[in-house]
């Protein structure tokens, strides 16, 4: 099967198109075979009206058990470094490029982030933050349509369209590489920086 269009909702309004029509709309998606082996499709949880999008790459083995994004280690360190932004998890909305946990944690293919963009395209066009933080390269890459890696993307906040994007390391990169925490934190702060000088409503 192709990608799917999600019918009559390509040129909806931004937050008109609800997070619960969005869940309701993949169903129990097989658009790829990650669909075959996952244990849970992994949506999405946070503030649907909030400030901030994170996207991360997709579900790890916590996350498939439990339902949720960054519920493992990598969300835990997620959850310590937000404070960096000046943020904490229940003010923002948190998702990943793919819905389903890659087996073995392998990187997701092109065909599966193609089939699963739709539903993340209306997440965020229903969310419409100010501000996308993307962690790790498939994040960066897919809000940022470029095939740089986030190492030479990083440090510095893009504009996309309506949103200010932030490209950043990946927490559990971080965790096996503590040299680039730091940078990490750093990021996080010019985020919190920008929050701090638009504020809600003035963006
Ligand atoms: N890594 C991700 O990219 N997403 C999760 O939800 C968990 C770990």
């Not at 075979?33 to 849970?40: A, C």
């Not at 649907?48 to 969300?75: T, Y």
């Not at 065909?111 to 739709?118: M, N, Q």
């Amino acid at each position: 099967m192709g990608v799917m269009h999600i019918p009559g909702h390509t040129h909806q309004r931004p937050g008109e198109v609800s997070l619960e029509e969005i869940r309701s709309l993949m169903g129990n998606c097989q658009l790829c075979e990650l669909g075959q082996t996952r244990s849970n499709l992994v949506f999405g949880v946070g503030d649907p009206h909030a400030r901030v999008m994170i996207i991360g790459e997709g579900p790890g083995k916590n996350e498939d058990l439990q339902g949720e994004p960054f519920v493992g280690a990598a969300g835990k360190k997620l959850d310590a470094l937000l404070g960096n932004a000046g943020l904490t998890r229940d003010e923002v909305y948190i998702a990943n490029v793919v819905k389903c946990r890659p087996p073995s944690n392998r990187n997701p293919r092109p065909a599966e982030i193609e089939a699963c963009s739709p539903f993340l395209r209306e997440q965020v066009r229903s969310i419409w933050p100010d501000a996308i933080i993307c962690l790790g390269n498939f994040a960066s890459q897919w809000v940022l349509k470029t095939d740089r890696g986030v190492m030479s993307l990083r440090g510095r906040l893009h504009q996309q369209g309506h949103f200010v994007v932030l490209p950043t390391f990946h927490p559990a990169a971080c965790i096996y590489h503590s040299e680039w925490q730091p940078l990490l934190e750093e990021d996080l702060r010019l985020l919190g920086a920008w929050l701090r000088e638009h504020p809600a409503g003035e963006a």
